[in-house]
């Protein structure tokens, strides 16, 4: 296989593309399903937001893998613009979408919208496509969210933030001084889950947010990046298998003691991310696929992930406003959370492979 340079390309690692994949169908059913909670402490697949932190691990692993050794004939402006063509056209793709559904979502939850003109939509769009965060002053929807057209697109903001910071600074770190950013990190991270109780948050462009986003993205971002040039990988029979049950395993475990007990949950969340995360990465990364099914699976689950991740929110924000004037319940609503899991899944296996993969081929002939 040929870059476009006509370098060699470097071959996937077949099950960190499986797993991205299963993470992502996670985060549709906990946005599926969070429709019909209450509270944190009745919302099932309870931890499944934990896979944004565990697609910041891979992301780390995976860019150490791909850019770390090409610093000598490549300039910082040729990487960030690879990045760019792989990680914008779904970006473009879920804030249409999102347009597309807006006034959909006008429900007793999404009070706004009834009210709310097109300029002031479409300048959302802009703001979105361009990736820049809205205040919530400018808020259209009532949850304010800095993209409020297609939430997840928070987390973009933050992957591109730490790329640019890989590409200005920490490729040039030893493993030393990355070892004591990677540690200090950790430290972050177990303070923000011990005090809080968890780490949710990071989507809103206010102060607490945003030291909850930087604080979710530097340890796993980092930490990948650390496991990728230590090289100290996992061997086992049947990784792939084992580590989807354990990564699912991890994301359904429901939410640890109450309201007054916080740390509990906390010290959960911490140990998730600090300790687990980097070992299904290691085990994934050092496994092998023994059959042309596994990874043709691998491959279409990798695939799929990154479409599934931002295509599902807009049609989660419909479904939501429906569940919110209807006042269902879960057991009540019958057939319709099902279909918009499958109609999600479809939706994103179409738009990758009718507009992400052929834009991103364009873009990079271009």
């Not at 790329?163 to 950790?186: D, E, H, M, Q």
């Not at 057991?331 to 994103?348: K, M, N």
């Amino acid at each position: 296989m040929k870059m476009e340079n006509g370098s060699p390309a470097k071959p996937h690692y077949e099950i960190l593309d499986g797993l991205r994949g299963i993470a992502a169908i996670m985060v549709l059913g906990f946005h599926v399903l969070e429709a019909y909670a209450t509270s944190c402490f009745d919302q099932l697949l309870n931890h499944a937001y934990l896979a944004v932190d565990f697609f910041f691990v891979l992301s780390g692993f995976v860019i150490g893998y791909a850019y770390d050794d090409r610093w000598g004939g490549m300039s910082i402006g040729n990487f960030l613009k690879r990045r760019v063509f792989r990680l914008h056209p779904m970006v473009v793709f879920g804030t249409l979408l999102g347009v597309a559904l807006f006034y959909f979502g006008a429900s007793s939850m999404f009070p706004l919208i009834r009210e709310m003109p097109l300029w002031k939509v479409m300048l959302c769009a802009v703001a979105g496509i361009l990736l820049i965060p809205t205040p919530p002053s400018i808020d259209i929807r009532g949850w304010q969210e800095m993209y409020t057209l297609d939430g997840p697109v928070w987390t973009l903001a933050f992957e591109y933030f730490a790329n640019v910071l890989y590409a200005l600074f920490i490729k040039n770190f030893s493993r030393t001084a990355l070892g004591v950013l990677v540690s200090v990190s950790a430290g972050a991270t177990l303070y923000l889950t011990l005090t809080q109780g968890d780490v949710i948050g990071g989507w809103t462009l206010d102060a607490h947010h945003m030291h909850v986003g930087f604080t979710r993205l530097m340890y796993p971002f980092f930490a990948g990046l650390l496991l990728y040039r230590v090289g100290r990988l996992i061997r086992m029979r049947h990784a792939f298998f084992r580590c989807s049950l354990l990564l699912v395993a991890v994301l359904v475990v429901p939410r640890i003691g109450g309201p007054e007990s916080l740390w509990m949950n906390g010290l959960y969340e911490a140990a998730v991310i600090i300790a687990v995360f980097p070992l299904i990465v290691a085990a994934g990364a050092g496994g092998t696929l023994k059959s042309r099914f596994a990874s043709r699976l691998c491959k279409l689950l990798g695939n799929i992930s990154y479409p599934v991740y931002l295509i599902n929110y807009p049609l989660c924000y419909v479904h939501t406003s429906w569940v919110s004037d209807t006042k269902v319940t879960l057991a009540e609503a019958g057939w319709i959370p099902p279909a918009v899991f499958v109609a999600t899944l479809l939706l994103s296996y179409a738009a990758m492979r009718w507009y992400d993969i052929p834009v991103r081929k364009w873009l990079r002939r271009k």
